[in-house]
């Protein structure tokens, strides 16, 4: 009996499937370029890793590029990013980082 084609063919799916979720160091590093401390995006990167998909990491790196923010990128800048992404889960995914890592207080509630 033939296995290579089966081994084969489970390594394919492996690699396709560990290509759909982002790692914790390709959400970090796009954290980090953008302003978030090591800290903070350490801790986010952690909650978010496996949660987002990496097309959802690379809309929301592009659009922190171009979120015009007086300062570095916080958490609460993040979030707002976040909402203007026609992708509900991102926000919600960024929202639950920010609770998870104790840094609320930085994002702003909608309509207060």
């Known amino acids: 009996?033939?296995?290579a084609p089966v081994v084969t063919a489970a390594l394919a799916t492996a690699v396709l499937v560990?290509?759909?979720t982002a790692s914790r160091?390709?959400?970090s590093d796009?954290?980090?370029?953008?302003g978030l401390s090591?800290?903070?995006a350490g801790c986010a990167s952690e909650f978010l890793r496996g949660?987002?998909?990496t097309g959802q990491v690379n809309r929301l790196s592009d659009a922190a590029r171009y979120y015009n923010a007086d300062g570095p990128l916080t958490f609460g800048s993040l979030f707002a990013v976040a909402t203007s992404l026609d992708d509900p889960e991102?926000?919600?995914k960024v929202?639950?980082?920010a609770a998870a890592c104790g840094l609320v207080a930085d994002v702003p509630i909608p309509g207060l």
């Open 51 to 53: 949660e987002l998909s």
């Open 1 to 3: 009996m033939r296995k």
């Open 90 to 92: 991102v926000a919600l």
């Open 95 to 97: 929202a639950g980082a």
């Open 38 to 40: 090591s800290s903070e």
């Open 25 to 27: 160091y390709q959400i």
């Open 30 to 34: 796009a954290l980090q370029r953008y």
């Open 18 to 20: 560990s290509g759909c």
